[in-house]
């Protein structure tokens, strides 16, 4: 045992998690590093990692990039840190402290932050093969394994853990239901209007969801019947914290409070968790009456050489707080407090705003209008699924509020809590073009306004500084759960960052540079060796991915889904076809300028036939082929190309179409052969990727019949040869095209069209389409004649080739995932069953023809299968 010197006192930490690091961090900036001896006792075997970001663990993140620990930060500072090695207990009155391996540790100051364990109903047959917590990153990589040979999981408890963890069975590929004891989900977040909002938009994603029930009884096969081991049901006994391991066979069923039951192979229990106390318990401190260690302002026991911070602690006000923010503000007391500082922790912030099943769902102050006398205004969009809710005060007031579906104003209205709006509160709620203009930004919040609430950061802090980089260096703002990411950016300085996104300092055409002039071949080549520093080594963002897959894509990076490539790309991109609204999807061959054959034409109508699809003419002259189910794909393809045909990238921002008329073969008024222009325009073309689609039109003379202004590059014919216009938009923003050149013979139209393509491509934003581009580009479309017809800059040989690169490197996306096996094995419904088909993707007939059967998607699960039993989970998604 080593003891504590006069000189160098000993503070023991119980506990890594989150706010633990926090912790050490905290002390570490304070310089009491260098003046104490810290010892870590951790129970789990890695340092403390983001558990606020456990569910990407799914999504391809490893256990070390959701790691806190910066590399070497405990040699830097000397902190001893012991993982696997909990604290078993402590003796008080010789303030030792023994850990599970034996070995005691004297102290002088002893921290605990010991965390919460999940709360597992005492139901019978909790302890069956096939139950799960959800806490853990361990916890995780157990249910991933099991997961393997499961086809159906049932999630217990709809709040926000739990409705993370249905999206990861989900993701895994299980059928998969939710269980909520309450009458809607996320009852402590949100209200009834958003409950309902939240659940229309759950249960349109395909999952299952019961509510106003509560699990009565885990069903099992006997232990005896089971040939499998009970090491996934011990680890995830540890992690409930029950101190049982005992298994009672492998899960089947679950019977509910109503008298239904659930058909399952798996069980996750995410109803709430339970400060973690018992060690505070043995060594008899205070703790409360329903749990947490009862501390006061400074987060002292009621033993004043014991600290307690965290979901372990119950704060002078009473609560046990489950967020990381109130810990962090814990941490950061205690750190002030052992300095010789006046550190107190009152209260804190509870507002919360997280992406749940991909749903923006936000709460904020007194989300449920408890105030005496307050009113609510609602603004709600079933269709849409969007759910917004302000509560305001007798005096006007913002005093909480609601969002869901759409939290984009979050980052303003929380630090509005407590004051009076600037303008009126229906206007903050209204969709934009509803009511009166909105001027609101963040100028308009007061200097002390908390801006991130995970690290108490408020406007006059961020203000302090120029950059985000910066900001989160400084003052951590940003680092936490992200939602203030975006308020923070529209605070600095607009000329300080125009990076892409937090993850890159650089815009868009700056990191197409990168790439293109390093030969760069992938994302995290890209990422680190430019990203951000905080970001190097990192997974990214739904920002900067499928900006850099297209640049990648865009110079010739390969078939676009091998590899890393494939978790960069848009959901159309990955299956190759339009998702539509009933998880079925849309087949669209390329049709070069809207000609066909009638052999063509009836292949593709024997298709339709043969498997049931729903055929429309599109706006681009080409036929669009609906209600295909993924893993029909490969076979409808297959006919396809057999026939010619080919991918006509309806699914990616690529080339769409180049239509025309029939041009001067048919039209008495035609002075061009504007099909044959038209045809060899898009098969010059297909398969170029860009920031955003485009569109095309080839018009035999001046009456216009192809729309050619309203394209983004569109051809018209005169006496002469081709006009050229550019940076048209019929789209929700129509724009009429401008005249870029005229009369060009075909090698000088096409020798433009390639400049201006690809200087497109080159200095565009992401998803900005050429009208927008067109508008914003400094000299507009001067400059752009200047670049592309006189070569001002000197670009034009440069992007010419870097067209014949395409050019010369096109390949068909159909005919190349036919000719591989193992890239055919994405196109499947249900991972362990190729050979199924999904049942959930139904149709009805309507006018000779199918459309989705969305009915099925919205029925309750009693409804629901009785209309087809093989809608309650045989198969694994």
């Known amino acids: 045992m080593t003891a504590p010197t006069t000189t160098r006192p000993t503070i023991v930490l119980v506990g890594h998690g989150m706010v633990g690091q926090h912790f050490l961090e905290a002390v570490a900036e304070r310089g009491l590093t260098e003046r104490a001896r810290f010892v870590v006792l951790c129970e789990e075997p890695r340092p403390a990692y983001d558990r606020v970001q456990l569910t990407s663990y799914f999504a391809g993140r490893t256990p070390d990039e959701l790691s806190l620990v910066e590399e070497g930060f405990m040699d830097r500072y000397g902190i001893e840190l012991r993982l696997g090695d909990p604290a078993v207990s402590v003796d008080r009155a010789a303030r030792t402290v023994t850990a599970r391996s034996g070995e005691s540790f004297a102290y002088d100051t002893l921290v605990l932050a010991t965390g919460s364990y999940p709360f597992v109903p005492p139901v019978p047959g909790k302890d069956a093969e096939g139950c799960f917590v959800y806490r853990t990153i361990e916890d995780l990589i157990a249910i991933e394994e099991y997961a393997k040979t499961a086809r159906t999981g049932v999630v217990v408890g709809g709040g926000l853990l739990g409705l993370e963890a249905a999206g990861a069975l989900k993701g895994l590929g299980l059928d998969t239901h939710i269980v909520e004891f309450a009458p809607r989900l996320m009852p402590v977040q949100v209200d009834d209007g958003g409950g309902a909002a939240l659940l229309r938009t759950i249960e349109g994603m395909g999952l299952t969801v019961h509510t106003g029930v509560g699990t009565q009884?885990?069903?099992?096969?006997?232990?005896?019947?089971?040939?499998?081991?009970?090491?996934?049901?011990?680890?995830?006994?540890?992690?409930?914290?029950?101190?049982?391991?005992?298994?009672?066979?492998?899960?089947?069923?679950?019977?509910?409070?109503?008298?239904?039951?659930l058909a399952t192979d798996l069980v996750v229990f995410s109803a709430g968790v339970r400060p973690c106390d018992r060690l505070a318990r043995d060594m008899g401190l205070d703790v409360g009456d329903r749990g947490g260690i009862v501390v006061d302002e400074q987060c002292r026991t009621s033993d004043p050489a014991v600290f307690a911070i965290?979901?372990?602690?119950?704060?002078?006000?009473?609560?046990?707080?489950?967020?990381?923010?109130?810990?962090?503000?814990?941490?950061?007391?205690?750190?002030?407090?052992?300095?010789?500082?006046?550190?107190?922790?009152?209260?804190?912030?509870?507002?919360?705003?997280?992406?749940?099943l991909g749903v923006d769902v936000a709460s904020f102050g007194d989300a449920h209008g408890t105030a005496e006398g307050c009113l609510d205004v609602v603004y709600s969009?079933?269709?849409?699924?969007?759910?917004?809710?302000?509560?305001?005060?007798?005096?006007?007031?913002?005093?909480?509020?609601?969002?869901?579906?759409?939290?984009?104003?979050?980052?303003?209205?929380?630090?509005?809590?407590?004051?009076?709006?600037?303008?009126?509160?229906?206007?903050?709620?209204?969709?934009?073009?509803?009511?009166?203009?909105?001027?609101?930004?963040?100028?308009?919040?007061?200097?002390?306004?908390?801006?991130?609430s995970c690290h108490n950061v408020t406007k006059g802090e961020i203000c302090a500084h120029t950059s985000l980089p910066e900001v989160k260096k400084c003052t951590k703002a940003g680092t936490g759960c992200g939602s203030c990411v975006k308020v923070i950016g529209r605070l600095l300085p607009q000329t300080a960052d125009q990076g892409l996104c937090g993850c890159f300092p650089y815009t868009r055409s700056e990191l197409y540079e990168i790439v293109r002039t390093l030969r760069l071949t992938s994302y995290a080549q890209l990422l680190d060796s430019h990203g951000r520093e905080a970001a190097r080594g990192g997974e990214g963002c739904e920002v900067c991915k499928p900006a850099v897959g297209s640049i990648l894509a865009s110079l010739g990076n390969g078939y676009i889904l091998d590899g890393e490539q494939g978790?960069?790309?848009?959901?159309?991109?990955?299956?190759?076809?339009?998702?539509?609204?009933?998880?079925?999807?849309?087949?669209?061959p390329r049709i070069p300028g809207g000609e066909i054959t009638p052999d063509r034409l009836i292949v593709i109508g024997e298709v339709a036939r043969d498997f049931g699809l729903y055929t429309k003419i599109t706006g681009g002259q080409r036929i669009d082929l609906f209600g295909a189910r993924v893993d029909q794909l490969p076979a409808i393809w297959t006919r396809l190309v057999d026939a010619g045909f080919e991918s006509g990238h309806a699914y990616g921002k690529a080339l769409r179409t180049v239509k025309s008329c029939v041009g001067r073969t048919w039209c008495r008024y035609g002075v061009q052969d504007s099909v044959?222009?038209?045809?060899?325009?898009?098969?010059?073309?297909?398969?170029?990727?860009?920031?955003?689609?485009?569109?095309?039109?080839?018009?035999?003379?001046?009456?216009?019949?192809?729309?050619?202004?309203?394209?983004?590059?569109?051809?018209?014919?005169?006496?002469?040869?081709?006009?050229?216009?550019?940076?048209?938009?019929?789209?929700?923003?129509?724009?009429?095209?401008?005249?870029?050149?005229q009369d060009l013979s075909d090698a000088e139209l096409v020798r433009l069209i390639d400049r201006f393509l690809m200087f497109y491509i080159r200095t565009a934003d992401r998803l900005e389409r050429t009208s927008t581009w067109l508008e914003r580009l400094e000299g507009g479309l001067g400059h752009l004649r200047d670049v592309v017809v006189h070569d001002s800059l000197g670009l034009c040989d440069e992007l010419e080739a870097l067209m014949a690169e395409h050019v010369a490197g096109y390949h068909d996306e159909w005919a190349a995932t036919l000719d591989d096996p193992e890239r055919l094995r994405r196109f499947v419904s249900f991972v362990n069953a190729p050979e199924a088909s999904d049942p959930s993707v139904r149709f009805v007939p309507e006018r000779d023809q199918i459309k989705p059967d969305l009915t099925i998607l919205t029925l309750g699960p009693t409804v629901r299968a009785a209309v087809d039993p093989t809608l309650e989970g045989t198969l694994t998604r």
């Open 381 to 452: 969009d079933s269709r849409s699924g969007v759910y917004k809710k302000l509560v305001i005060g007798r005096d006007g007031a913002l005093l909480g509020g609601v969002l869901v579906g759409d939290a984009e104003s979050y980052g303003m209205l929380r630090p509005l809590t407590g004051s009076v709006p600037p303008v009126p509160p229906e206007q903050l709620v209204l969709p934009a073009g509803a009511g009166a203009p909105v001027a609101l930004g963040p100028s308009a919040l007061p200097d002390d306004a908390v801006i991130c």
């Open 310 to 356: 965290g979901e372990c602690a119950l704060a002078s006000d009473g609560r046990v707080y489950g967020l990381v923010a109130p810990g962090y503000e814990m941490a950061k007391t205690v750190a002030d407090v052992l300095v010789g500082g006046e550190g107190a922790f009152t209260g804190a912030d509870m507002s919360t705003k997280l992406k749940l």
């Open 567 to 588: 978790a960069l790309q848009d959901t159309n991109d990955h299956f190759l076809a339009n998702l539509q609204r009933n998880g079925s999807y849309s087949v669209v």
């Open 217 to 261: 009884e885990i069903t099992a096969d006997s232990a005896a019947d089971t040939d499998t081991g009970a090491a996934t049901a011990t680890a995830t006994a540890t992690s409930m914290d029950t101190g049982s391991t005992t298994g009672t066979g492998t899960v089947k069923g679950m019977k509910l409070s109503d008298g239904s039951s």
């Open 676 to 741: 044959r222009m038209a045809i060899d325009l898009e098969l010059r073309y297909r398969g170029l990727r860009a920031p955003h689609k485009l569109k095309s039109a080839v018009s035999g003379c001046a009456r216009e019949c192809a729309e050619a202004q309203s394209k983004d590059f569109g051809v018209i014919a005169t006496a002469g040869g081709w006009n050229l216009y550019v940076g048209g938009n019929g789209g929700a923003t129509p724009r009429h095209a401008d005249l870029l050149a």
